[in-house]
């Protein structure tokens, strides 16, 4: 009998694993990254506040601050809810279907979103360009670094629709991902609430 060959601890593993292990990390980053935009906004819009109405003054840039960073917060969250299938979609017509045509559909979909969002790329890109030599009105700061926050939301968003793609090809996606949407957290407990109903139910 032939000795059955072992594949060294942590070959095929490691490879496998470290996009996983980067992806991970970039959506630490965005996370991060929303928290201080968010965290920013709110000391800045309260600080303002107060300081008008009890001190009479306020911080000039203070506004426009915060409006460059809800610029950023919503773009860098559409690249996180598009990691993780939270936009706003109906899958009533795809869970119907069999999961070879919800693999066509899953293309079709990513298709559209990575050629869609390359135009926006574009199109966000040379208005970065033709906005580097002008400045906002109190901070003084290029207004290409609110433009280039659309660039980043698109290249992200081209990025993950590509992954999705190479995982399907390559047989890597679970067949729930194909359906490209999130329950809700009360359908999730309607349906645990059901299904331990059940269970109680099969009990004697």
């Not at 306020?58 to 969250?77: H, P, V």
């Not at 069999?98 to 079709?108: A, L, T």
């Not at 194909?178 to 309607?190: A, K, Y």
Request: hydrophobic share 45%; with cysteine; proline share 2%.
């Amino acid at each position: 009998m032939k000795k059955k060959e072992t594949l060294p601890s942590g070959g095929i593993n490691q490879k496998n694993e470290w996009p996983t292990a980067v992806s991970r990390i970039i959506n630490r980053v965005l996370h991060a990254a929303i928290a201080i935009c968010l965290s920013c906004m709110a000391v800045f819009v309260f600080g303002n506040v107060v300081l008008r109405y009890i001190f009479n003054s306020g911080i000039t840039w203070a506004e426009e601050a915060s409006r460059y960073l809800f610029i950023w917060l919503i773009f860098l969250g559409a690249i996180v809810a598009s990691r993780e299938n939270a936009h706003l979609g109906v899958d009533t017509l795809v869970s119907r279907l069999s999961v070879k045509n919800r693999r066509r559909v899953f293309v079709v979909s990513n298709l559209l979103v990575a050629i869609t969002m390359g135009l926006c790329a574009d199109g966000t890109w040379k208005l970065t360009e033709l906005t580097v030599n002008q400045v906002s009105a109190s901070m003084r700061l290029p207004l290409a670094f609110v433009y280039v926050s659309g660039f980043v939301c698109s290249v992200g968003m081209v990025a993950i629709a590509l992954n999705n793609l190479y995982r399907l090809i390559t047989r890597k996606i679970d067949e729930r991902e194909l359906v490209m949407t999130v329950d809700s957290e009360e359908q999730n407990f309607i349906e645990q609430t059901l299904d331990e109903t059940r269970e109680g139910e099969k009990k004697p």
